[in-house]
């Protein structure tokens, strides 16, 4: 690995890790990102354990909990209104879900020869799936709630008529648009801080290869590079998973009180 | 020109979008701090749009850079 070019493609490649099984004409082998799927469900199942205890002087973990549980709550109630409360379990399962998979995405495992953890959120099969709940969710809350009236969404309130077959379309294709750029940018966002850092680790292995005067100095700057950018990552990492969880809130409330 | 020269200097080029990018999220936040040290009561209230600003300038760029890795790897 360390003689020749490191492939920062590498790390995101999907390898199975039992016997391949195919039920139907569909591969079912458990890979390594079914693993940190698995790894992520029990850290939030965890995490929600320990703060499920109904004290009525709350401990740490409880207070963490609630406030997670608090912070989601206030995001429906601002965004969406009253109503916005039965989405509360979904957002709250999806916004941990993110959160946590793209911490343990950055999890450094890989300073123990042979393991590196797995960033489930950086594969758009996992993010579109996601963006696509939302999407559905939307749909069938608008179409369930609404009726054809649904459609109204397109037509925004006080446009002149004249500019209707400019508009209709242009708010269709916005609206089609939704469940790709918001699976996309999630996507996008971990992939890219993933090979930022697997280049700059790049950079401090080849240039201590490198035997030269200058290759310390390079190592040593491409170090501090890495230390700041990892800051970075979990900044990226919380914004993101708020991102998606309030776009969707945004979303819900376009569905539930049609603007 | 050599084609594989052609889609290294094509990738280059579409770098350039990720620094657009950059202008336009450091704006988003600039915008909004000088109106939140104008009015700090008002500011809590529109962390929402700030988000919702903040993500939309950044999904360009994020495009930008995916046209970038498509050159590189997929091309």
Redesign the interface.
């Known amino acids: 690995m360390a003689a020749g070019k490191i492939d920062p493609m590498h790390q995101f490649l999907v390898q199975p890790i039992s016997n391949r099984l195919a039920v139907g004409g569909y591969d079912l082998t458990f890979t390594n990102s079914a693993l940190f799927m698995f790894v992520v469900l029990g850290l939030l199942w965890l995490f929600m354990l320990g703060g499920m205890r109904r004290q009525l002087v709350p401990g740490r973990w409880q207070v963490a909990v609630e406030g997670m549980v608090g912070f989601v709550d206030n995001m429906m109630r601002t965004s969406v209104g009253p109503e916005g409360r039965r989405f509360v379990p979904y957002m709250f399962s999806l916004f941990m879900f993110l959160l946590i998979a793209n911490l343990v995405g950055v999890f450094p495992l890989a300073i123990i020869p042979g393991f590196h953890t797995f960033a489930v959120t950086s594969h758009i099969t996992v993010t579109a799936v996601l963006a696509f709940f939302s999407f559905g969710i939307v749909l069938a809350v608008g179409f369930w709630r609404h009726g054809l009236h649904f459609f109204s969404l397109f037509v925004p309130h006080g446009a002149p008529w004249w500019l209707m077959p400019l508009i209709v379309p242009v708010e269709f294709i916005s609206f089609m648009v939704r469940p790709f750029s918001l699976g996309l940018r999630l996507f996008v966002a971990m992939t890219a801080g993933h090979i930022l850092l697997e280049v700059f680790g790049s950079f401090v292995v080849s240039g201590l290869n490198s035997g030269g005067a200058i290759g310390p100095v390079v190592s040593f700057l491409s170090f501090v590079m890495i230390v700041g950018v990892s800051a970075l990552e979990l900044l990226v990492c919380a914004i993101q998973a708020y991102v998606f969880a309030l776009l969707t809130s945004l979303y819900i409330n376009d569905a539930v009180n049609l603007h | 020109m050599d084609p594989v020269s052609a889609k290294y200097i094509g990738a280059g080029i579409a770098a350039i979008g990720i620094g657009l990018a950059a202008l336009g999220v450091g704006n988003v936040f600039g915008s909004f701090l000088e109106g939140a040290l104008r009015n700090p009561g008002a500011a809590d209230g529109q962390q929402?749009r700030l988000?919702?600003g903040?993500?939309g300038a950044?999904?360009l760029g994020?495009?930008a850079?995916?046209v970038a890795?498509l050159l590189l790897?997929v091309v």
């Open positions: 929402g988000f919702i903040f993500a950044e999904l994020l495009i850079f995916v890795i790897f």
